[in-house]
Structure formats: structure tokens, C-alpha cells
């Protein structure tokens, strides 16, 4: 990425995060719980477990009135955090027109009945997932955002465990991705 090109990701990412209410101390849902109401839209985090055997560890489920947040399962908080933060990213990039999905079929039907979701059962309008097309515009704006909401929440009080086994690789990518390298 060219330095007009990054200097205009930041720009855009600068926009999307004008006004997002962190917590202080840091708490993961009370931090959805604002997000959703600074967005007039429920904000649902659920854990997938059909995403732990495919490249896709999220996806953001735009329905009718609420957002689907889902994440592979994992016993790492912070890539269980990053993952939600990369998936709010994309709320507040409005990355709606980029769907695509990956979440098994046999799961879809299961998990929407099981949430059972005023208004929102069969009204899927958007599905956004990590996957292959992560070198896209809107997964790398997504990331950017993703990191810097992150080092909002490091701000507030969200510690990185630095004895997590997860946490050096899932650095080393973040820095890929934004370009900085290892």
C-alpha cells in the first residue's frame, strides 16, 4: 500500500471511530452494550462453533434490526477480543456491501432459531466473514480499525496476557496486515 493510500485508510478509520464509547475500566460487553446503544441497533455476541474448522475465525450478521457478532471458539480472550474488534470494524467502516459468507449451512437455520431474535429470524440481509478476501480494501480497513480500537482498549485498561500462546502470532499478523512487518 502506497503512502497516499495508507494515509487514506487512517483518514477513513480516524471517521469511523469518532465518537465510540469506550469503558473505563475496560469490559468487553458493557463496550458492545454502548456500542449498541450509540447505534440504536442490538449488538449480539455468540460464539460459532462451526468457524473453528474453517480459515474464518468472525463474521458480522447484518439483520433487520440487530448485528450478529460471531467468533471461532478459543481459549485466548484477546484473539476472542480481536476477532470482535475486527468484526465492529467492519459495522463501523459500513462495509455492508462486501457480503459474503462462510458459516456451515447445517448452522445458519439452527443458530437463528435458537436465538430466537425479535424480527430478526430468516432476515439475514448481510453476512461479512474473515476469510479470502482478506487482502481487500475493506479487510485491511477493517484490521486498521480493529487496531486501533484495540489500543483504545489498552487505554481503558485491557491488558494483553502476555502468557497466552495465541498472542505472539496473532501480533505478528496484525503488523503484516497493517504493513509494519514483524
Not at 460459532?48 to 460471531?70: E, T
Not at 432459531?113 to 482478506?134: K, N
Not at 481503558?156 to 499478523?173: I, K, Y
Request: with cysteine; net charge negative; aromatic share 6%.
Amino acid at each position: 500500500m502506497n503512502l497516499a493510500a495508507q494515509y487514506r485508510l487512517r483518514r477513513r478509520c480516524a471517521a469511523a471511530l469518532r465518537g465510540l464509547d469506550i469503558p473505563r475500566p475496560w469490559n468487553l460487553e458493557e463496550f458492545l452494550e454502548r456500542f449498541s446503544r450509540g447505534r440504536g441497533r442490538r449488538v449480539v455476541l455468540l460464539e460459532a462453533p462451526s468457524l473453528a474448522a474453517q480459515a474464518v475465525s468472525g463474521q458480522w450478521w447484518k439483520m433487520a434490526d440487530a448485528d450478529l457478532i460471531f467468533h471461532a471458539p478459543t481459549d485466548s480472550l484477546f484473539e476472542r477480543d480481536l476477532i470482535v474488534f475486527h468484526e465492529v470494524a467492519h459495522i463501523l467502516c459500513h462495509h455492508d456491501d462486501d457480503a459474503h459468507g462462510t458459516l456451515a449451512d447445517r448452522d445458519v437455520e439452527a443458530l437463528v432459531r435458537s436465538l430466537a431474535l425479535d424480527g430478526c429470524e430468516g432476515a439475514v440481509a448481510t453476512i461479512l466473514s474473515r476469510d479470502a478476501h482478506f487482502g481487500s480494501v475493506a479487510e485491511q480497513e477493517a484490521e486498521y480499525t480493529a487496531y486501533r480500537i484495540k489500543l483504545l482498549a489498552e487505554r481503558a485498561g485491557h491488558h494483553v496476557s502476555t502468557d497466552d500462546p495465541a498472542t505472539p502470532q496473532l501480533l505478528s499478523t496484525m503488523r503484516r496486515t497493517l504493513g509494519a512487518g514483524d
